[in-house]
């Protein structure tokens, strides 16, 4: 019987992960830099990733010379939520993102 409920468990955390439901169920992930004049929205789905907020990030910094002094770290806006199993392929293979520093809106 607790072998049936494992299997069970697993199977519906690797649906909600690797099919098209993680696609409708994928979290908007926001970004900003310490003062806040940069701002980017990761979009499920949409065809933003976080090498596309790297990469924006890199140019804001090239176009604006001044913000590239003192803090200049980018912050990740949004909650980390590990209770979201159906996010946690993201958590586990894209894990970059969730090891920037959080920094409230």
């Keep these: 019987m607790k072998k049936n409920i494992i299997i069970t468990i697993i199977a519906i955390i690797l649906i909600f ?38 990469r924006a990030y890199t140019y804001f910094l090239c176009q604006h010379p001044e913000k590239d002094q003192g803090d200049n770290r980018l912050y990740r806006t949004f909650a980390f939520k590990p209770w979201c199993f159906w996010e946690w392929g993201q958590m586990i293979f894209h894990s970059d993102r969730f090891l920037l520093s959080y920094k409230k809106r």
């Design 17 to 54: 992960n690797y099919t098209p439901i993680n696609y409708i169920l994928k979290e908007n992930y926001t970004y900003s830099n310490f003062d806040g004049s940069f701002t980017f929205s990761e979009e499920g789905g949409k065809g933003f990733n976080y090498t596309s907020v790297i």
